[in-house]
């Protein structure tokens, strides 16, 4: 029998990551995933055997960039129903359908009657009421926080998450203390972070987060750098955008 793969429609494009190990389907002129998604990826720590939920997957990258990783099985909502049918082909185009599921759902009305080892997100950065709008509601949804905020998603990670569990996140560096202080009124504790910057001697553009229930000393990782001075990633960098892949 001929195995026939999800093939990109005209408005969309097939690109490739992890050395071409992961193929992603994505819109030519919807949402596109940017660095954030492999960055959050790569900081996100599983163990054999985790739960996982991701709260707002767009086209499915962040768990297809997890399935390199060790874990049971990942639920990834979206509440828009073009990319969570996108997410869906994304899934069976890498052959992921049996550890990784979509669900087409708003994450304020999903009732999973049961906790996870680790919950994660790359929401929206926007906040509701300010920066331009988007020509495409796509976009407009996954980045303004238009149907959600971070108070709301911080409140579901705590609800959902096991007690010996982590939640993950990715953030502009300017939401950083909105972050810490929306994080401590949902009851969460930090206990991992990473700034990353464009450039050294620039300031941070981004801020990963790892996040718990239970008190403990926070780890303050090295500095991650994307790119040095002649331009072109740094070592890490290219080896977290390349995947756990040797040449």
């Known amino acids: 029998m001929i195995e026939v793969k999800p093939a990109e429609r005209p408005d969309e494009t097939l690109d490739t990551f992890y050395k071409g190990k992961i193929l992603v389907l994505q819109r030519k002129n919807g949402f596109r995933f940017s660095v954030d998604a492999p960055l959050l990826a790569s900081f996100i720590q599983t163990r054999n055997g985790d739960e996982i939920l991701e709260i707002g997957t767009g086209c499915g990258i962040i768990p297809m960039l997890l399935s390199v990783k060790p874990f049971h099985h990942i639920v990834a909502l979206e509440v828009q129903q073009g990319l969570a049918d996108l997410a869906r082909r994304n899934i069976m185009l890498n052959h992921l359908d049996g550890r990784i599921t979509i669900v087409e759902k708003d994450f304020r009305q999903y009732r999973p009657w049961r906790q996870f080892d680790i919950v994660f997100s790359n929401p929206p950065y926007i906040p509701k009421d300010s920066g331009y709008l988007s020509r495409t509601e796509e976009k407009n949804i996954a980045k303004h926080e238009i149907l959600s905020s971070i108070e709301e998603i911080l409140k579901a990670a705590k609800d959902w998450l096991k007690s010996s569990g982590s939640a993950y996140f990715i953030l502009p560096d300017n939401r950083r203390e909105e972050f810490e202080k929306e994080l401590s009124q949902?009851?969460?504790?930090?206990?991992?972070?990473?700034?990353?910057?464009?450039?050294e001697g620039e300031p941070p553009n981004f801020f990963l987060a790892e996040c718990g229930q239970t008190d403990s000393e926070v780890e303050i990782m090295p500095p991650l750098v994307l790119y040095g001075q002649d331009g072109k990633y740094t070592e890490e960098a290219e080896a977290i955008f390349s995947g756990p892949f040797k040449k």
């Open 186 to 199: 949902a009851g969460l504790k930090l206990k991992r972070c990473r700034l990353v910057y464009p450039r």
